[in-house]
């Protein structure tokens, strides 16, 4: 049996990353950070552990489903991560400032698997599980897959980056508890029309 102790082991880095961009974003709060050495080998389903600073020290390392990660263009060697500020375990990075910094550990945990051949894929999430789905969404794509969505949240506020959702997107389906946005309802009322409506092989869910 092999182990391996934080902060490297294999393509796991330990890196002290620079905030890029700090910012609201609906109900929650997106972090995009300067760290080419886990963007570049970062996968859709991996999540970083954020460290905690020392003057919080009651608080344990919190893991972040990455939201995304640029390996070529304007914003190559980024990531992104987003959190719910109403967590109070969390709520000190809304706090952070461009041009900060934290600890980071990754990426760690197991990437999604992708199907072999040319495949119609559903990604359905709901509140923040969105962020990770935005990810995937973008590298399915690349990958030749067709991509449908299926959203959902308690309010439009808690739609996480709507726009960017229908971009990557062939078609998408927004249900929310109080019907601010999209039809009135919980995802499972919509699930079954998605899946036949886009002929659908493959099912992500966070």
């Known amino acids: 049996v092999q182990t391996c102790a934080l902060p490297i082991c294999g393509r796991v880095k330990r890196v002290q990353a620079e905030i890029m961009n700090s910012r609201r974003a609906g109900a929650y709060h997106a972090i995009t950070l300067i760290a080419p050495e886990i963007a570049e080998v970062a996968r859709p389903g991996q999540f970083i552990s ?4 020392a003057d919080r020290s009651g608080l344990l390392r919190q893991p972040f489903p990455i939201a995304q990660a640029s390996k070529r263009g304007g914003w190559a060697g980024t990531l992104e991560f987003a959190l719910d500020p109403r967590d109070p ?3 000190w990075l809304t706090t952070t400032k461009q041009h900060g910094s934290v600890d980071i550990i990754g990426p760690l945990g197991t990437p999604f698997a ?9 990604l359905v999430s709901e509140g923040l599980g969105s962020a990770s789905m ?7 794509r690349t990958n030749g897959k067709r991509v449908d969505m299926v959203v959902g949240a308690t309010t439009q506020d ?5 726009i960017d959702g229908k971009r990557l997107s062939a078609a998408i389906t927004i249900v ?31």
Do not use: M
């Not at 954020?50 to 600073?53: A, E, L, R, S, T």
């Not at 935005?134 to 399915?140: G, I």
């Not at 808690?158 to 709507?162: A, G, L, S, V, Y």
């Not at 659908?200 to 869910?205: P, S």
């Open 50 to 53: 954020v460290g905690v600073p």
């Open 89 to 91: 375990t969390v709520a």
């Open 114 to 122: 992708y199907p072999a051949k040319r495949t119609n894929c559903l």
């Open 134 to 140: 935005h990810f995937l969404a973008q590298d399915l």
């Open 158 to 162: 808690e739609i996480f980056k709507i």
């Open 176 to 206: 929310t508890a109080d019907g601010s946005a999209g039809e009135r309802g919980v995802i499972a009322d919509v699930l079954a029309g998605a899946v036949d409506e886009g002929r659908i092989e493959v099912i992500y869910a966070a």
